[in-house]
């Protein structure tokens, strides 16, 4: 059985985020949506807000799972029997960071391996950093996160 996870902040979910784990689902038998929880790294979204709204957002694809994890991601794949890590490129500076990043958990273990997936056309430049910008200043966002966000956020500001 093949066994995908992809980490990530979901700081919130985009529509980047979704069709990259849209696409591993139909790779690999199993994929978890990994919530990384870093004390230090101030979110604008709780670790349960996230959640809810992944888990809201990933309803149509029975094998995908959201979980969260305060330590390693290899350590996490490692005792969850998952021997991929998914992530997403958009473009070269994804890649030198995701690169280093993927050298790092190489070295922590060579049992894991990192696929990556280049972001569709539509999603290059969708990032959570911009859409929490766009929050900030009421500006709709509605056309770059899940329909599921888009109610999240309506109800959270009502
Ligand atoms: P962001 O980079 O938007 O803050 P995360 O840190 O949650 O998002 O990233 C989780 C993973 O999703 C990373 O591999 C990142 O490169 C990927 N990703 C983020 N946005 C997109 C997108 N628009 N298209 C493809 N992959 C993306």
Redesign the pocket.
């Given at each position: 059985m093949k066994k995908a996870v992809?980490?990530?902040?979901?700081?919130p979910v985009?529509n980047?985020?979704v069709?990259?784990i849209r696409r591993a689902s139909r790779l690999f038998d199993e994929v978890v949506v990994l919530i990384g929880v870093n004390s230090s790294k101030k979110t604008l979204f709780t670790l349960s807000e996230r959640e809810e709204m992944l888990r809201a957002s990933l309803s149509g694809f029975p094998n995908v799972t959201v979980d969260s994890s305060s330590g390693l991601i290899v350590d996490y794949c490692l005792s969850h029997g998952a021997e991929y890590i998914v992530?997403?490129?958009?473009d070269a500076v994804?890649f030198s960071y995701?690169h280093e990043l993927e050298i790092n958990n190489r070295f922590l273990s060579e049992r894991v391996e990192t696929i990556y997936l280049s972001?569709g056309s539509d999603?290059?430049f969708?990032?959570?950093?911009s859409i929490r910008e766009f929050l900030s200043y009421g500006v709709d966002v509605s056309s770059l996160v899940p329909e599921a966000v888009v109610e999240y956020l309506e109800k959270r500001r009502s």
């Open positions: 992809i980490p990530g902040s979901f700081d985009t980047g985020h069709d990259i992530r997403g490129l958009r994804d995701e972001a999603n290059l969708v990032r959570s950093s």
